[in-house]
């Protein structure tokens, strides 16, 4: 398809292990964000991938959350040690990028991570 | 860190009514946008208005920006139980900056 994908929909872990969440955004855009909504919460910004420029990633909130972009295309959100705390839907969206703003955002339909 | 912030939080309205959704946010912004989210999961794009526009129009959406109030308001007019859903404004400084966004007004449109 032509939207942003991003597996696995949904994700049951056991607390202290890692987990990795993938996210393929639209061809061609050189945008790419990870965002993290827990139950009934707003969006919460965790990174931002730019083009070839160093990510943005003020968001993390601890460095047990890591995330990269291989060949400007896919990208993984990776969790060491999980704790029951990042049970939320996290959410990828990308974007064009173009004309010095971000512009429109393109979702994909999130991967739900439960902690035990 | 979250820029914006919507009131209210949820918004209880009769199919036909208009619903007006308001978002504030805190440092000066080049792009507004508002969201629409079902079922907890994706977000869909539905209107953008720059910094240096007052008001933009699409179908049934209206969206107002006030930068002296650092605000923007969202106004769906003869809703319907389809508009049932949460809406999100979200916010950029230009410049390839992050987007981020409010927390949410969850809209009921009853039938």
């Known amino acids: 398809g032509a939207g942003v994908s991003q597996s696995p929909s949904n994700k049951v872990t056991e607390k202290g292990k890692d987990v990795e969440l993938r996210c393929d955004p639209i061809?061609?855009?050189?945008?790419l964000y990870w965002y993290r909504q827990s139950l009934g919460q707003g969006l919460e910004f965790l990174i931002y991938?730019?083009?070839?420029?160093?990510?943005?990633k003020s968001g993390l909130p601890s460095d047990r959350f890591s995330a990269e972009r291989t060949g400007g295309s896919v990208s993984t959100l990776t969790i060491q040690r999980t704790q029951q705390e990042d049970s939320a839907v996290y959410l990828c969206?990308?974007?064009?990028?173009?004309?010095?703003?971000?512009?429109?955002?393109?979702f994909g339909e999130g991967s739900r991570l439960t902690v035990l | 860190s979250q820029q914006g912030e919507e009131d209210p939080q949820a918004l209880s309205i009769q199919e036909g009514e208009n619903a007006t959704m308001n978002c504030s946010y805190k440092?000066?912004?080049?792009?507004l946008q508002w969201y629409r989210q079902n079922s907890g999961r994706g977000l869909v794009h539905l209107i953008l208005?720059?910094?240096?526009?007052r008001e933009k129009h699409s179908g049934r959406l209206r969206v107002t920006l006030d930068t002296s109030k650092k605000s923007s308001s969202l106004l769906i007019t003869a809703s319907r139980a389809a508009d049932t859903a949460s809406y999100f404004c979200?916010?950029?400084?230009?410049?390839?900056?992050?987007?981020?966004f409010g927390t949410g007004t969850k809209l009921q449109v009853i039938p």
């Open positions: 440092t000066s912004i080049n792009n």
């Open positions: 208005i720059r910094s240096n526009e």
């Open positions: 979200a916010t950029d400084k230009g410049g390839y900056q992050k987007v981020t």
């Open positions: 969206a990308s974007s064009l990028g173009t004309s010095g703003y971000s512009g429109e955002l393109f």
């Open positions: 061809s061609g855009h050189t945008a």
């Open positions: 991938f730019q083009g070839n420029s160093a990510p943005d």
